[in-house]
């Protein structure tokens, strides 16, 4: 089972970034699919980006172009680069196994108009 924590979370302005990170425990990180999903309040929480465990990414139409997902198999450590955010992008971010619905506890984002 993997263990999951993310991090870099934080307050920001309209059209500012921020980078989060996902670190992984467990030897098996580099075989698995990875996410991020995010929960705004008094929402259904989304998936917002993925990525293969070769390096394949999708993302929904609410990020692309602004949010890049990436990984590090040899650091067990996930990232996403959010630009341009929004304020719609305020959330509560999780990352984890999309497949296996294992997420970890969450880092949140607060963009400011």
């Known amino acids: 089972q993997v263990q999951l924590m993310e991090s870099g979370g934080g307050l920001v302005q309209a059209g500012g970034s921020l980078r989060l990170s996902c670190a992984a425990s467990?030897?098996?990180?580099?075989?698995?699919?990875m996410g991020w999903n995010r929960q705004a309040p008094g929402k259904q929480r989304e998936l917002v980006a993925v990525?293969?465990?070769?390096?394949?990414?999708n993302y929904d139409v609410s990020v692309k172009g602004r949010f890049s997902i990436s990984r590090d198999n040899a650091k067990n450590t996930m990232y996403l680069q959010m630009n341009s955010l929004k304020p719609e992008d305020t959330a509560v971010y999780y990352c984890?196994?999309?497949?296996?619905?294992?997420w970890g506890k969450g880092t949140q984002v607060t963009v400011s108009s």
């Open positions: 467990g030897s098996i990180f580099s075989l698995l699919a």
């Open positions: 984890g196994v999309p497949r296996s619905n294992s």
């Open positions: 990525i293969t465990s070769d390096g394949v990414t």
